[in-house]
């Protein structure tokens, strides 16, 4: 027998020495076999049996390879883990002379600073087997545009534009403008002249999920399709402040001389509007859908090689003024009285000392909340009366800001509505502003409203207003890389989470109600 070397088997060989001679003195003796003999007895018993079943294991142990067999990996992987820091700094596998990395049984954890974002969001991760990313649909026909024919002079003024007739796209050098020039390469027809256009491939629009968004309607999809991927015909200029394009797309018909009406149309604005894209799909989100269909498209009429808003162009607008590209002409005063008589709610009909118009009364609530998140001035505070002006705003370059004197004269702008349907509001011109501080924000927007729409409200108050932005804001890909990726559209929708939360307070301060308004 060897001699034990180790302080715990020292242990052992003493204990042994001193219960066995005990147990067998206990039992052989004549001796009163009291309760402490008892006691001391079986403790020495079942210790001895502990003794034994250890080294029974040990030698078990000792008789197998010590490299070989399964049970070196199970004996691994239930060891204890080491301690793990939380803070991330836990350093990195340490590589042997081979080359090799030496990889621990440890678990890196990183504490975050910042707030928990969807990792995943639905429809926003392309399928890692799937050879086919995204497929360019067909390019829809006039019939999926829904309404009568255009009449561009008409329209064109619901836009900020007029049209003066058509030019097709061989001849752009008449439209008059320096920075826009037409880009040679293969692509669609366009009156004698190739246009650039997205490769068949792979179409603009991404949905890598089995269904698009539910906010957004099949029409919807179809329609920025249209806009994304659709090849373009010609050019209708417009002579227009904004320096807007009406361009006309290739439909199912191809007639002899493009034109809005057999073809579907679409305005293309400056890179400067590109809020009216993130501005569409806030507006479907937040179940309002009153705004008209734009994405982002690198166009063949392209400013500095940058990609420019393109917005459907709706033939059923009803015809606007020249001064205010509105349907329906009011004035701040008069405003606020129609607010008070709310006209045309819960199917009552107006009297006509009331002085109301075709507009029902929850359309100005759904107004002024998408206009206070995205803070647009140019419907409801054309002299920007409500807040501090920049040098480089409208209202300050046509001298207007100085007018604030008399507000209840200030015509309202941009208020449109369709021919078929005089009821509701039609959004157009939705340039918003993500660089307005939070102490210079235009509450004037929000001024005689005491009801907002429950659908809105509910999606500011869900917490779940950044994942759905982000889900469909992917679905454009030049616009989504034009704003530098998910890095850039967190910085927009951090502020339309601010002001959304502003808003939640305003509306508990002053008492206002959250009503149903889907009539």
Known sequence: MSCPDKPGQLINWF?????????????????????????LGTACAIYLGFLVSQVGRASVQHARPAGKGPHRSRAATEAP??????????????????????????????????????????????????????????????????????????????????????????????????PWRWIQGPGARGGGADVQLPSAEESNIRIYSESAPSWLSKEDIGQMRLLANGAVAGLQPAQSRSGARLLVLEGTTRPSVPACGPSPCGLLKQSLDMSEVFAFHLDRILGLNRTLPSVSRKSEFIQDGRPCPFILWDPSLSPTNNETHSSVKLTWGTYQQLLKQKCWQNG????????????????????????????????????????????????????????????????????VQRKQDPRHLVFIDNKGFFDRSEDNLNFKLLEGIREFPESAVSVLKSQHLRQKLLQSLFLDKVYWESQGGRQGIEKLIDVIEQRAKILLTYINAHGAKVLPMNE
């Open 15 to 39: 204990l042994c020495s001193l219960c066995v001679p005990r147990v067998r003195k206990l039992w052989s003796s004549r001796r009163p076999r009291t309760r402490r003999n008892l006691l």
């Open 81 to 178: 883990f080491p301690e793990i820091p939380l803070d991330g700094t836990l350093a990195p596998p340490e590589s042997q002379g081979n080359g090799t990395t030496l990889q621990p049984n440890v678990v890196y954890i990183t504490l975050r600073s910042k707030r928990s974002k969807p990792a995943n969001i639905r429809g926003t991760v392309k399928p890692k087997r799937r050879k086919k990313y995204a497929v360019a649909s067909r390019v829809p026909g006039p019939e999926a545009l829904v309404g009568p024919s255009l009449r561009p002079q008409v329209a064109a003024r619901a836009m900020d534009s007029e049209v003066p007739g058509h030019i097709p796209g061989g001849n752009l050098a008449k439209a008059g403008e320096r």
């Open 348 to 415: 009552r009909v107006p009297k006509p000392e009331w002085g109301c118009t075709e507009i029902h009364h929850h359309e100005w609530s759904k107004m002024a909340l998408f206009d206070f998140l995205l803070q647009i001035y140019n419907r409801l505070d054309t002299n920007c009366c409500g807040f501090r002006p920049r040098k480089e705003d409208t209202c300050v370059q046509s001298g207007r800001s100085s007018k604030c004197d008399n507000q209840d004269t200030v015509v309202l702008a941009h208020i």
